[in-house]
């Protein structure tokens, strides 16, 4: 992509911008429908194994499976990939909604700007704080701070926001990681947000078909479908190098929408040399005063929506898969086993609403899992689920390319092994009811059993100090 910088770290982007997202493509692939020939799946299944990611067209022949036994297949492979990059680990976040105070018009969000029967507040820093502080004596340590678009305070809110919620410690807990869900912003803002000190920044395009976009942001600045698709490309450039996309399903066709994203990903991998962090896969549920949330243009099915995590999972193996509240227990059970890496648990999309409670007329969505986080820790960790609390690669810069560096060759298992177990075990001493702790202990000796003499031996030790009252003990 041409871009020409004009100073101040502002960019203009040329005409021709954005050219990356070539609509015409993806549909010449998806007419291609070679899922006639269970041939050429298999191969692509093959490919699959290798774990080193699939090609546009690729995505395209397992998007248009059908069959069931090669649906199947398709879900074995995916099986494989997931438990070989991730083995049991999934790693645990909370999101903190901060303010539904919203200039925009997305036809599905309750937060949308003509909804005029929602309650609206931004939290002030005192009640940020109060909230996080919560979600610390739950067990938390990574957050996702969540906001309208027009929040009143600007970018000194965001900012106020992290060094809140980093400030907030309570015996041996805090918050180690702020990741931020927050509308595009420029260059320069990202600059001033990245020194504050955040994780991944996230935003998800919602639909990358410009004709549904344009049907459903009717105004204010998200309704520029330009400005939000080259979001990344600013955040990167303002050396944010953990991002985090993602399309809302239920928009339009999700197969347009999984390829496209894996668009996005070769633009930023050819533009920045590294592509994003994480993909999440929001599934359109239903929303105060939102008709289309409950009736989606193009709904996706429970079964294509498992079709599509396997397929993100194989295509991109060491992208991190995001899997939200929004679905209940049983979709998020049987999506962890064909890919997601990270969930959030005893989520509430209000804002203030870990201090008070879940209000409908104040949150953003309805969610599907209303388990607490030792609930939902407990019933993965039953399954044989390895909770993990780690936050090491952010904390010792590991990010971006750096990350994906050790990702590729297999060696972030060397780390990711005994940081899991390591805080896992900081949750369990810390947090858990003595039944979650017996259900843990025998986890963590199964995990331990998996593990190379190397891996072993560093979790030994990392357990032994937290064992003795060490916190924070990674490697
Ligand atoms: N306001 C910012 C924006 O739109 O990017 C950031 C936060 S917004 C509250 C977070 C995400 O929630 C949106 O990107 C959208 O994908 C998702 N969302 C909105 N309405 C939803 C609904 N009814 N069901 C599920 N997800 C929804
Ligand atoms: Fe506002 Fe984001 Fe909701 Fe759109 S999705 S109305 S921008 S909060």
């Known amino acids: ?13 040329k005409l021709g911008e954005n050219s990356w997202l070539d609509a015409s493509e993806v549909e010449r692939v998806l007419k291609l429908r070679h899922s006639g020939d269970p041939a050429r799946v298999h191969e692509v299944l093959a490919k699959a194994r290798e774990m080193k990611g699939l090609s546009l067209e690729e995505v395209g022949v397992l998007a248009s499976v059908g069959d069931p036994s090669l649906i199947e297949e398709m879900y074995a492979a995916a099986r494989y990939v997931k438990e070989e990059i991730y083995g049991h680990r999934i790693v645990f976040f909370a999101p903190l909604y901060i303010s539904n105070i919203c200039g925009n018009e997305c036809s599905y969000c309750a937060f949308r700007k003509s909804n005029e029967g929602l309650v609206r507040h931004a939290l002030s820093q005192d009640e940020i704080a109060k909230e996080t502080e919560i979600l610390i004596n739950q ?24 060094a809140t919620i980093y400030s907030v410690k309570n015996k041996n807990g805090e918050i180690r990681r702020a990741n931020v869900n927050i509308a595009p912003q420029d260059v320069e803002t990202f600059r001033t947000i990245k020194a504050a000190g955040i994780g991944t920044y996230q935003c998800f395009q919602e639909t990358y078909d410009r004709n549904v976009y344009a049907k459903v942001h009717l105004r204010g600045k998200k309704a520029d479908f330009d400005w939000r698709v080259s979001v990344m490309d600013r955040a990167m450039e303002a050396g944010i190098d953990d991002v985090g996309i993602g399309a809302l399903f239920g928009l339009a066709d999700w197969r347009f929408e999984i390829l496209s994203l894996m668009q996005h990903i070769a633009h930023l991998e050819d533009a920045f040399g590294v592509g994003c962090h994480t993909i999440s896969v929001p599934r359109l549920e239903p929303a105060h005063g939102s008709e289309m949330a409950s009736a989606p243009p193009s709904p996706v099915s429970d079964e294509d929506f498992k079709k599509l995590v396997a397929i993100l999972r194989m295509a991109v193996p060491y992208t991190g898969l995001i899997m939200t509240t929004r ?20 989520s509430r999309t209000n804002p203030g609403g870990y201090a008070s409670e879940e209000k409908f007329d104040a949150s953003q969505f309805q969610l599907g899992d209303h388990r607490n986080l030792e609930e939902v820790v407990s019933d993965l960790a039953q399954m044989g689920y390895m909770p993990s609390f780690c936050t090491a690669c952010y904390r010792v810069g590991r990010t971006g390319k750096d990350f994906m ?5 297999g060696l972030i298992k060397q780390k990711c092994g005994p940081n899991s177990v390591g805080t896992f075990l900081e949750y369990l001493i810390d947090y858990a009811s003595p039944d979650t702790q017996a259900i843990g202990e025998k986890i963590i000796r199964e995990e331990m059993s998996h593990m190379g003499d190397k891996e072993a031996d560093v979790s030994e030790r990392i357990m032994r100090a937290i064992r003795k009252g060490k916190r924070d003990v990674f490697c």
């Open 405 to 409: 560096d050790l990702a590729k060759p």
């Open 1 to 13: 992509m041409e871009r020409e910088s004009i100073g101040a770290g502002l960019v203009l982007h």
């Open 139 to 162: 067990g938390h340590k990574r957050l996702l701070i969540v906001a309208g678009e027009s929040n009143p305070g600007g970018t000194k809110y965001i900012t106020d926001t992290i």
């Open 327 to 346: 679905e209940n227990p049983q979709m998020r059970q049987e999506t962890l086993a064909l890919g997601v890496s990270q969930i959030s648990a005893g």
